[in-house]
Nanobody, 122 residues
Framework: QVQLVESGGGLVQPGGSLRLSCAAS????????MNWYRQAPGKERELVAR????????NYTDSVKGRFTISRDNFKNTVYLQMNSLKPEDTAVYYC???????????????WGQGTQVTVSS
């Protein structure tokens, strides 16, 4: 059974930090790119950060560049999102997503976690 389980969300003051974790199981983690998405009430789901299967390349949406860092540990089957200098506009439900590597036999795979709430407020 495929599972992506997020943790680490919560309430934090502006300027604070949180680290989200996503524990993966039931699939070949090392052959999947990993993404963090977020969705705020009334807004479209937004891709926040992406990391390739080996961890060799990362990408970020402009609004989080310099503040967020995505990383992964393929021995622990876990992907992380370190969030620093948090702003109220970062408030959203954050989702972990796994995509099969292009050109692999798993290229159609698209798995999602349940989401974790991040609230940035005074």
């Amino acid at each position: 059974q495929v599972q992506l389980v997020e943790s680490g969300g919560g309430l934090v003051q502006p300027g604070g930090s949180l680290r989200l974790s996503c524990a993966a199981s039931g699939f070949t983690f090392s052959m999947h790119d990993m993404n963090w998405y977020r969705q705020a009430p009334g807004k479209e789901r937004e891709l926040v950060a992406r990391i390739t299967n080996t961890g060799g390349s990362t990408n970020y949406t402009d609004s989080v560049k310099g503040r967020f860092t995505i990383s992964r540990d393929n021995f622990k089957n876990t992907v992380y999102l370190q969030m620093n200098s948090l702003k109220p506009e970062d408030t959203a439900v954050y989702y972990c997503n796994a995509r099969g590597r292009d050109g692999s036999v798993w290229y159609r795979n698209d798995y999602w976690g349940q989401g974790t709430q991040v609230t940035v407020s005074s």
